[in-house]
């Protein structure tokens, strides 16, 4: 046989069908063999030509021998060796290439078909756990297990979740959801019972009196207090079964169920409603009862009287000793169950009653004269040992340990915000009072203002007859700057008293007090252009008395305006910036304003009453016609009457000029 190169190609090429490559898909071992075989004797075969190439290149020009003609042989021989490899190869790719490309696709195929087979089992094997989880929690909570009832749920949930997302049919879905709810709500609704075992509030009845008189008594007590509420906080829980169940496992099962915050949140509630709103507005007793393992909170019946007003420490002692009571309650617990527990109670808890601390009590206790401001001192050191020790025993939420130490560090800025409240509340009290209470204003003797040149002049400078009649030209005549004679209102006086009192009392404050004080001052004054028009614009437009007493207290006022802020200025001057801002001249153009708007008005009514008063006087014409003199005399004697009440009514009331001027 021969065993050249060329002789083997051909006899691949001139094999059977069923021996060439082409039967390569069919997955015959033998073909697969005989192709090797062929494919390494080319291998071979080339090698060998190798060897024979790099003899001849040798020969040829290493050792100069003529082989041209053995050269030329080697030549075509591997010239035919290449065409019958390419010939091999293009049988080869026509004949392989169809079978891969179909064994691809049936690969494809079969990959797909074993994913959803793994989908499918993937989905069984998650129903399949949901119903066991279901079989299991149900058999626990049956047994009392109920710890491990809350993980089988919770694991149940977490499996129907899966078979959600893997595809599952709605209807199962809907089914075990259902079930997942029947389990859990009846696990919930044992759990709540528990719960209400652990805290339970009720209403202390009073004792049941045997005369009609008590029970008069009792229900008109009901009808003015706070009804006296008790907390049973009980350590023995116990279930259905008979069994006890512990706090720290009862807090465990809600945790798992999620629901713990919601009920911490209701028992939270609770305490703010009938323990510390009550402790904290009214004057209770609080009584605590002890047993092995329970405790017992009531508060005592005590009617509140309309005055009465709580002081700082008896809040903080009663609250504190609910707490304190909680945290004993709350020691046989784990650690973390305890320091859980009371985390999320004075999450609950914590803000309301610092909002309900400050609104009933800290608010009352704020002095309301600057005397008592020392006093104030002791109420900051309770307020600080009150949250010092709340925040020890666990009750106070993160950013909330000092929200009352804040409160009470600004007392300066509430005692000046609560007498500024105080003052336009009486204010407004003083501008709807009734105008007729009146009292008379007399002129007040004061010195004549005098001149620079009176005070720095030497007793023993002469002045020439030119300087003296200056100095008398700008000299002021006495009382130029007095309030005329009149009639004012009562409450103008005390409105004017009201902010000098005020005023003084600033100068006595602190910076910041001092500057609110002020404010409010003027506040008062930029009041009354808005109270007094309104609130008495029936009154002023329908009687000319109360429209010039009126016009009287809005001039008495603007009077006052002038030199007020010039009383206090001196006084004021250590006050920051207030030396040059202490002025209410500013306002005084607005207040005068409702006075004269008064009265032109009272006097453009007057005016239209004289006039139609004068229509029967047919405009004097005709005065001869008997008729018609007769009318004459009859406007002319209304029109006079008209006048003359006017004058009676108005005569000791405006100032002599506005009078005459007015008439």
């Keep these: 046989m021969d065993d050249s190169p060329s002789s083997l190609v051909a006899a691949a090429l001139q094999a059977k069908p069923s021996t060439r490559l082409g039967g390569i898909g069919s997955g015959s071992p033998g073909e697969s063999q005989l192709v090797e075989t062929y494919l390494a004797r080319i291998d071979v075969s080339a090698s060998e030509l190798k060897t024979e190439?790099?003899?001849?290149?040798?020969?040829?020009?290493?050792?100069?021998?003529?082989?041209?003609?053995?050269?030329?042989?080697?030549?075509?021989?591997?010239?035919?060796?290449?065409?019958?490899?390419?010939?091999?190869?293009?049988?080869?790719?026509?004949?392989?290439?169809?079978?891969?490309?179909?064994?691809?696709?049936?690969?494809?195929?079969?990959?797909?078909?074993?994913?959803?087979?793994?989908?499918?089992?993937?989905?069984?094997?998650?129903?399949?756990?949901?119903?066991d989880e279901f079989e299991g929690a149900q058999k626990d909570q049956h047994c009392s297990n109920y710890?491990?009832?809350?993980?089988?749920?919770?694991?149940?949930?977490?499996?129907?979740?899966?078979?959600?997302?893997?595809?599952?049919?709605?209807?199962?879905?809907?089914?075990?959801?259902d079930e997942l709810h029947r389990q859990r709500a009846s696990l919930l609704g044992l759990l709540r019972s528990v719960w209400s075992q652990a805290f339970k509030f009720s209403v202390t009845k009073p004792a049941s009196g045997g005369s009609s008189e008590s029970a008069k008594r009792s229900d008109s007590s009901q009808r003015s207090t706070q009804a006296p509420m008790k907390l049973e906080l009980n350590?023995?829980?116990?279930?259905?079964?008979?069994?006890?169940?512990?706090?720290?496992?009862?807090?465990?099962?809600?945790?798992?169920?999620?629901?713990?915050?919601?009920?911490?949140?209701?028992?939270?509630?609770?305490?703010?409603?009938y323990f510390l709103v009550p402790t904290i507005s009214f004057q209770?007793?609080?009584?605590?009862?002890?047993?092995?393992?329970?405790?017992?909170?009531?508060?005592?019946?005590?009617?509140?009287?309309?005055?009465?007003?709580?002081?700082?420490?008896?809040?903080?002692?009663?609250?504190?000793?609910?707490?304190?009571?909680?945290?004993?309650?709350?020691?046989?617990?784990?650690?973390?169950?305890?320091?859980?527990?009371?985390?999320?109670?004075?999450?609950?808890?914590?803000?309301?009653?610092?909002?309900s601390i400050v609104k009933k009590c800290l608010a009352q206790a704020v002095p309301s004269q600057a005397?008592?401001?020392?006093?104030?001192?002791?109420?900051?050191?309770?307020?600080?040992?009150?949250?010092?020790?709340?925040?020890?025993?666990?009750?106070?939420?993160?950013?909330?340990?000092?929200?009352?130490?804040?409160?009470?560090?600004?007392v300066n800025v509430h005692f000046a915000s609560k007498k500024c409240e105080d003052l336009l509340t009486r204010a407004r009290s003083l501008m709807v009072t009734d105008l007729h209470n009146t009292v008379q204003l007399m002129p007040q003797t004061i010195a004549a203002l005098r001149t620079p040149s009176d005070t720095t002049a030497s007793p023993s400078t002469t002045l020439s007859f030119d300087e003296k009649r200056t100095e008398a030209e700008l000299s002021l005549a006495e009382g130029v700057l007095h309030m005329p004679r009149c009639r004012v209102s009562v409450f103008v006086q005390d409105l004017v008293q009201l902010a000098r009192d005020t005023l003084q009392e600033a100068t006595r404050s602190s910076v910041e007090s001092a500057i609110q004080l002020f404010?409010?001052?003027?506040?008062?004054?930029?009041?009354?252009?808005?109270?007094?028009?309104?609130?008495?614009?029936?009154?002023?437009s329908e009687v000319p008395l109360l429209a010039a007493i009126q016009h009287n207290n809005s001039f008495y006022l603007a009077h006052q305006l002038l030199t007020l802020g010039h009383q206090f200025r001196s006084q004021l001057s250590a006050k920051s910036w207030l030396n040059d801002a202490a002025a209410f001249v500013d306002l005084v153009p607005s207040i005068r304003r409702v006075g004269e708007e008064c009265l032109v008005s009272q006097l453009r009514r007057q005016h239209n009453d004289l006039l139609s008063s004068l229509e029967g006087a047919h405009q004097f014409t005709m005065a001869t016609d008997e008729k018609r003199c007769a009318d004459i005399r009859r406007a002319l004697r209304q029109v006079i009457h008209q006048l003359g009440r006017l004058a009676a009514v108005w005569r000791d009331v405006l100032p002599r000029e506005v009078f005459l001027r007015s008439i």
């Design 235 to 273: 350590g023995r829980l116990a279930v259905p079964s008979g069994r006890d169940i512990t706090l720290t496992l009862l807090v465990q099962c809600l945790e798992l169920l999620g629901v713990l915050d919601e009920m911490v949140s209701e028992l939270g509630l609770n305490l703010v409603k």
């Design 53 to 131: 190439v790099f003899d001849l290149i040798k020969e040829k020009y290493q050792e100069f021998q003529p082989l041209f003609h053995d050269s030329t042989e080697m030549s075509s021989k591997v010239q035919r060796l290449s065409k019958d490899m390419d010939s091999l190869s293009n049988r080869i790719q026509a004949s392989c290439k169809p079978a891969l490309h179909d064994a691809s696709q049936r690969q494809s195929k079969l990959k797909g078909r074993l994913e959803e087979c793994n989908e499918h089992i993937a989905l069984l094997s998650e129903l399949l756990a949901v119903y």
């Design 371 to 410: 005397e008592q401001m020392k006093s104030f001192g002791a109420i900051v050191n309770a307020t600080q040992a009150f949250e010092s020790a709340m925040a020890s025993g666990g009750f106070v939420p993160e950013g909330g340990a000092s929200l009352l130490s804040k409160y009470v560090a600004n």
């Design 147 to 177: 710890i491990s009832s809350a993980k089988r749920l919770k694991q149940a949930n977490e499996h129907l979740q899966q078979t959600m997302s893997r595809g599952c049919d709605a209807q199962i879905y809907l089914s075990l959801k």
């Design 519 to 540: 404010f409010s001052v003027r506040n008062v004054f930029e009041l009354y252009p808005l109270v007094v028009p309104t609130f008495h614009k029936r009154a002023v």
């Design 284 to 355: 209770v007793k609080t009584s605590v009862a002890t047993s092995s393992r329970s405790f017992v909170v009531t508060l005592a019946e005590i009617t509140p009287e309309v005055d009465s007003q709580q002081r700082p420490a008896d809040v903080y002692s009663s609250v504190q000793e609910l707490f304190d009571t909680i945290s004993r309650f709350l020691s046989p617990c784990d650690d973390d169950v305890s320091t859980l527990l009371k985390d999320k109670i004075g999450a609950a808890v914590w803000q309301k009653m610092c909002d």
